[in-house]
């Protein structure tokens, strides 16, 4: 009759190489899954927000042509019927788009990355039309 084989405590601990070289590779291969999805993402919300601000200057450079006026406002153009009720009016960071008409030109303006408007990363829609 054998004698059962006691281990070394420290031997506890020890995780076979093989099996640390699949929970590494399954990890980073998580990591990477996850960035790739963020990024897709990004882009579409960054597409989506683009489309919002192409409908959203096209509606305003209407306005203005019955309104020359008045500078109208995402509000009153969902409000006056001038946009889709579903049409969503935020940038790709979820601030609110704004339509800006100065010296003679339209615009669409989103806050950018910092959400804070009037800062360098603002991004832009100009009305070429006008």
Same mark, same amino acid.
Do not use: K, N, Y
């Given at each position: 009759?054998?004698?059962?084989?006691?281990?070394? /405590?420290?031997? =506890?601990?020890?995780? %076979?190489? *093989?099996?640390?070289?699949?929970? =590494?590779? *399954? !990890?980073?291969?998580?990591?990477?899954?996850?960035? /790739?999805?963020?990024?897709?993402? *990004?882009? +579409?919300?960054?597409?989506? +927000?683009?489309?919002?601000?192409?409908?959203?200057?096209?509606?305003?450079?209407?306005? @203005?042509?019955?309104?020359?006026?008045? $500078? %109208?406002? %995402?509000?009153? =153009?969902? !409000?006056?019927?001038? =946009?889709?009720?579903?049409?969503? @009016?935020?940038?790709?960071?979820?601030?609110?788009?704004?339509?800006? $008409?100065?010296? *003679?030109? @339209?615009? /669409?303006?989103?806050?950018?990355?910092?959400?804070?408007?009037?800062?360098?990363?603002?991004?832009?829609? !100009?009305?070429?039309?006008?």
């Amino acid at each position: 009759m054998s004698r059962p084989r006691f281990h070394d /405590v420290s031997d =506890l601990g020890r995780i %076979p190489r *093989g099996a640390l070289l699949t929970l =590494l590779v *399954g !990890a980073g291969l998580a990591l990477v899954t996850a960035a /790739v999805a963020e990024r897709r993402e *990004g882009a +579409a919300a960054e597409h989506r +927000a683009t489309e919002a601000a192409r409908a959203l200057l096209a509606a305003a450079r209407d306005h @203005l042509a019955s309104h020359a006026d008045a $500078c %109208p406002t %995402p509000s009153v =153009l969902l !409000a006056d019927g001038a =946009l889709p009720r579903d049409t969503e @009016l935020t940038d790709a960071w979820g601030e609110r788009l704004r339509v800006v $008409c100065a010296g *003679g030109h @339209l615009r /669409v303006r989103s806050a950018g990355p910092d959400r804070r408007a009037g800062t360098a990363d603002d991004q832009i829609l !100009a009305d070429s039309a006008r």
